[in-house]
């Protein structure tokens, strides 16, 4: 994911949109983050060709703004739920400890058959294709685990399990960035699944998507990211599916032990709302939304097609986000807590979504 602009508080935090590439993070970092301005989101998007497609994404997403949200709905008597943290951190470890997992090398086949292993018996559904990049071409898999529910409609929950294809030689393992999202989905799986029984769930049907090629392969931009999203969304358009996705939410860097989850202003208002009242019923919320500002991510196909959709990611990982996209992106830098707090928040969520 790339963001553009992240506001803390009253400053803004304007941040170059077009840096070059990963490796001169720390030198656009200091050039770019050290110049806090107080000026408003709204004026920081014009900033050349790289922002267009954030900036229509992002005027799309204030522009529905306006649409009042519906009424919070009165606390219900039903239990809080509460996810295995320990098991989906170890779900994390066991992911991370397979090494880059980049489009299409033997480590992301191996984890495309440990997800496969860790969904026997589940409905599960494949989206393969080849992506035709600037190096070259690569084998793309999304893996969709289906839970079907008695209400007509979908709610969709992604997290992408690629690592980056240009960090391959760094020793770069994406503990936090492709192995959290990778171990939440599973985790999910396991609370879906209802204890094997196979009964629908009461509620909307969720689809579990473990997305690929989410990263670039070069660098950012709309034709060099979200492969696997943007391939999934367009087919979803195609065969009517979208228009049956009540929510969509896309799970990325949810494990760092300093958990604060911005509220990504690329999406629907409403949805982030909804995971915002879901963290306050079981007192998380001070984890969340401290920092807001658009980041593109899996998401963005289906917020230009129009499906409600939020991104929840904590992008701001280490002091200025110094471990993202670095080798230093390992498990200690992460906590099961984080991965507790963001399980539990969604999983409320998807109940309230059920309610309404
Ligand atoms: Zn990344």
Request: hydrophobic share 35%.
């Given at each position: 994911m790339i963001e553009k602009t992240i506001k803390r508080n009253a400053t803004t935090i304007k941040v170059c949109p077009t840096f070059p590439c990963v490796s001169l993070w720390l030198l656009w970092l200091k050039i770019c983050v050290a110049l806090p301005l107080t000026i408003a989101l709204s004026s920081t998007v014009a900033c050349g060709k790289g922002t267009a497609t954030t900036a229509s994404a992002a005027s799309k997403s204030e522009s529905t703004a306006k649409t009042p949200a519906p009424p919070a709905r009165a606390p219900d008597s039903a239990p809080l739920p509460h996810i295995d943290s320990k098991r989906a951190f170890q779900y994390t470890r066991e992911v991370t400890a397979f090494g880059p997992r980049y489009m299409g090398n033997?480590?992301?086949?191996?984890?495309?058959?440990?997800?496969?292993?860790?969904?026997?018996?589940?409905?599960?559904?494949?989206?393969?294709?080849?992506?035709?990049?600037?190096?070259?071409?690569?084998?793309?898999?999304?893996?969709?685990?289906?839970?079907?529910?008695?209400?007509?409609?979908?709610?969709?929950?992604?997290?992408?399990?690629?690592?980056?294809?240009?960090?391959?030689?760094?020793?770069?393992?994406?503990?936090?960035?492709?192995?959290?999202?990778?171990?939440?989905?599973?985790?999910?799986?396991?609370?879906?699944?209802?204890?094997?029984?196979?009964?629908?769930?009461?509620?909307?049907?969720?689809?579990?998507?473990?997305?690929?090629?989410?990263?670039?392969?070069?660098?950012?931009?709309?034709?060099?990211?979200?492969?696997?999203?943007?391939?999934?969304?367009?087919?979803?358009?195609?065969?009517?599916?979208?228009?049956?996705?009540?929510?969509?939410?896309?799970?990325?860097?949810?494990?760092?032990?300093?958990?604060?989850?911005?509220?990504n202003t690329i999406g629907t208002p409403w949805l982030l709302d909804l995971i915002y009242a879901a963290a306050e019923r079981l007192g998380y919320q001070s984890h969340f939304y401290a920092r807001e500002g658009p980041i593109e991510d899996d998401h963005l196909p289906f917020v230009k097609r129009g499906v409600p959709s939020a991104d929840v990611i904590d992008l701001d990982y280490g002091y200025n986000n110094v471990f993202h996209h670095t080798a230093q992106d390992t498990m200690d830098k992460l906590s099961p807590k984080s991965l507790e707090i963001v399980g539990d928040t969604i999983l409320e969520t998807i109940h309230m979504l059920d309610q309404r």
């Open positions: 033997e480590n992301h086949k191996k984890l495309e058959h440990y997800i496969l292993d860790h969904l026997k018996g589940d409905q599960v559904e494949d989206d393969a294709f080849t992506a035709d990049t600037v190096e070259g071409k690569f084998p793309v898999r999304n893996i969709i685990a289906k839970f079907p529910g008695t209400k007509d409609g979908i709610i969709a929950i992604l997290g992408h399990y690629d690592t980056n294809y240009p960090l391959r030689n760094i020793g770069y393992v994406g503990a936090n960035d492709g192995g959290s999202s990778t171990a939440i989905l599973l985790e999910f799986a396991n609370q879906l699944r209802g204890g094997g029984s196979g009964k629908a769930r009461d509620g909307y049907s969720v689809w579990l998507v473990w997305t690929d090629g989410e990263e670039a392969v070069r660098k950012w931009s709309d034709t060099d990211s979200l492969y696997g999203a943007r391939h999934l969304a367009e087919k979803w358009e195609k065969d009517g599916t979208l228009k049956k996705i009540k929510a969509l939410m896309v799970m990325d860097m949810i494990g760092d032990a300093d958990l604060d989850i911005d509220r």
